[in-house]
């Protein structure tokens, strides 16, 4: 292979575990969120949903690109 498609692939590589890096970072700080916010645990759980909907959908639109 030659470097620029090991770069490429390396790149590519990042880019798809953006997503998960996203869920792992936002979840351990989700009860000060809901402390600052005054949000409870159902509300904050429908954030990680949202988040999860949002990914799957730009999936469906970056996949057809």
């Known amino acids: ?6 770069w490429h692939f390396m790149m590519l590589s990042l880019l798809i575990s953006f997503g998960s890096v ?5 979840t351990p700080g989700m009860p000060g969120i809901g402390r600052y916010f005054h949000v409870n645990n159902t ?15 730009g999936q469906l639109i970056y996949g057809a690109l």
């Open 1 to 6: 292979m030659s470097s620029t498609r090991i």
């Open 43 to 57: 509300w904050l759980g429908f954030t990680i949903s949202f988040y999860l909907f949002g990914y799957a959908f």
């Open 22 to 26: 996203g869920v792992v970072c936002i």
